[in-house]
Structure formats: C-alpha cells, structure tokens
C-alpha cells in the first residue's frame, strides 16, 4: 500500500500563502482521487479540495477563489496552493487518495497550518 508523503504547513499570517505537496511512496490506479481535508479540534474533518486523475476539482465553498488544486500524474503528486489565507484556515490539513471500486480512504499523518499576525 506504501504512505502519503506530505510535505509543507506551517506558521503564515493572514492574508499570506501556503503550499502543500503530497505523493505516494508506490504507484497507484490509474483512475484515482486525491486531495486535502482539514480537521479543527472539536470539528468533523471536512473537505478542502479534491481533484481526479482527469483533472476535474471540487472545492469546499469556504476555499473557492482563494485555494488552488492541482496534480502530477507522472508523479502522482497533488499540490494544494492556499492564498488570501484566514484565521479559520488553522486546521491539520490530511492528504487523502481513494481509487474504485471499493474508495478506500488512505490518509496522510497530517500538517497543521496555522494562520496567525
């Protein structure tokens, strides 16, 4: 099955951008989803944005026209580019990948990203 390898998150002021990366360590279907979700303490984790191996993207309502997804098939890699970032933004941002036909949900071990001043 191998691992989500996340890389970026950390400590940004508001207003400010941040990039997150995450990859496989092995090869995965061709037909595939991947994205990011986020989970604040005491909250549901919910979806940021999902993108296929097509290319077609989801964005949650609260992200759009600020968060930008993106992806590597040769790389298998999806990059998720936060700007205009908020306050609410804080969260520990998990990479997520899921392929049919059972869409199991594999996870990364989470970033925090923290917008403060």
């Known amino acids: 099955q191998g691992e989500l390898v996340e890389s970026g998150g950390g400590l940004v002021q508001p207003g400010g951008s941040l990039s997150l990366s995450c990859a496989p360590s092995?090869?995965?279907?061709?037909?595939?989803?991947m994205g990011w979700y986020r989970q604040a303490p005491g909250k549901q984790r919910e979806l940021v944005a999902i993108?296929?191996?097509?290319?077609?993207?989801t964005y949650a309502d609260s992200v759009k026209g600020r968060f930008l997804i993106s992806r590597d098939n040769a790389k298998n890699m999806v990059r998720l580019q936060m700007n205009s970032l908020k306050l609410e933004d804080t969260s520990t941002y998990y990479c997520?990948?899921?392929?049919?036909?059972?869409?199991?949900?594999?996870w990364g071990q989470g970033t925090q990203v923290t917008v403060s001043s």
């Open positions: 997520n990948l899921k392929w049919p036909p059972r869409w199991d949900d594999y």
């Open positions: 092995t090869s995965i279907p061709t037909t595939s989803v």
């Open positions: 993108i296929t191996s097509e290319g077609y993207t």
